[in-house]
Nanobody, 117 residues
């Protein structure tokens, strides 16, 4: 199983940007699909970005055009670039790494993102 550690969260004003990082260790990171999820208080966890081992990306409409997921397999790290942030983007953001159709599915501990003036 891969172990994941997120970083890069914080407080940002509306319209600002943040870049989250997800550092992986313990396994061959390149074969995992990676997703970024978020969970706001009282709400269900939702996917905000996904990238396959082959580099195909997917986003929900709520963040499309504002968020960009990428990965650097040489550094065992995935990133989430978040631009034009809105107060409704406030949540704990989690990184997930998964090998589809296998039991290999890991989560990080989460990093808080707060968008407020």
């Amino acid at each position: 199983q891969v172990q994941l550690v997120e970083s890069g969260g914080g407080l940002v004003q509306p319209g600002g940007s943040l870049r989250l990082s997800c550092a992986a260790s313990g396994s061959i990171f390149s074969i995992y699909a990676v997703g970024w999820y978020r969970q706001a208080p009282g709400k269900r966890r939702e996917m905000v970005a996904h990238i396959t081992s082959g580099g195909t990306t997917n986003y929900p409409d709520s963040v499309k055009g504002r968020f960009t997921i990428s990965r650097d397999n040489a550094k065992n790290t995935a990133y989430l670039q978040m631009n034009s942030l809105k107060p409704e983007d406030t949540a704990v953001y989690y990184c997930n790494a998964q090998i589809p159709a296998t039991p290999f599915d890991s989560w990080g501990q989460g990093t808080q993102v707060t968008v407020s003036s």
